[in-house]
């Protein structure tokens, strides 16, 4: 079975500017939650979603926002750029809903310039 | 504030030794824990999950939870060169969200 999938694996934006990151999580598998990781934060929660719906979110500012399609594939965008938005974007899939047992894919490497 | 932390090393640990990684979490509400490693530049990878009190075996692997304590530990056993890696430790709340530890960072010296 394949795992979960993210593209693009390297991204580089400068400030101001707006991206859109992709996954695909596990076939069969319905919840999609998002994190950034950072060397001084570690990992931090972004906003989960089953069914197309956020079910859940972290403390991050609006410019973060996410959605989910038909297909279980989920897509996150972050809007108006700042460098403390540099960071490894990983993306972890689930069976169900609000299920603690999740299964990274390799993330997305953005860095503002 | 819910938090779970974690040493953040490096613990360097011979080869065939047995590396000890601990966690403690603040919030009395878990129930669920779990144990993730992260090679450098690759995304997390779990490994282990406990839920009751005591020891849970996996291989070379041995998870303990001392819910009382607010303590969660992992042993490695015979550890080798490719168990180098960062630990993370997260605690299950009770929104079904992972509170994540820091990491501990391991290195295994041949």
């Known amino acids: 079975k394949a795992g979960v999938t993210q593209t693009p694996r390297y991204l580089i934006k400068t400030r101001g500017q707006q991206v859109t990151l992709s996954c695909s999580p596990i076939?069969?598998?319905?919840?999609v939650s998002w994190y950034q990781q950072t060397p001084g934060q570690g990992l931090q929660f972004l906003f989960e979603y089953f069914s197309e719906t956020q079910r859940n979110k972290g403390n991050f500012p609006g410019r973060f926002s996410g959605r989910q399609f038909s297909n279980s594939r989920s897509e996150m965008n972050v809007s108006t750029l700042e460098l403390g938005d540099s960071a490894l974007y990983l993306c972890?899939?689930?069976?169900?809903?609000?299920?603690?047992?999740?299964?990274f894919g390799p993330g997305t490497r953005l860095t503002v310039t | 504030q819910k938090e779970v932390e974690q040493n953040s090393g490096p613990l360097s640990v011979p080869e065939g030794a047995i590396a000890s990684l601990n966690c403690t979490y603040s919030d009395r509400g878990s129930q669920s824990f779990f144990w993730y490693r992260q090679y450098s530049g690759k995304s997390p990878e779990l490994i282990m999950s406990?839920?009751s009190n005591g020891d849970k075996e996996d291989g070379r692997f041995t998870a303990q939870l001392n819910k009382a304590s607010q303590y969660v530990s992992l042993l490695i056993r015979d550890s080798q060169p490719s168990d180098s890696a960062t630990y993370l430790c997260?605690?299950?709340?009770?929104?079904?969200?992972?509170?994540w530890g820091a990491g501990t960072k391991l290195i295994i010296k041949p």
């Open positions: 972890a899939s689930s069976l169900a809903e609000r299920s603690y047992e999740q299964y």
């Open positions: 406990i839920y």
């Open positions: 076939s069969g598998h319905r919840s």
């Open positions: 997260a605690a299950g709340d009770s929104n079904y969200q992972l509170i």
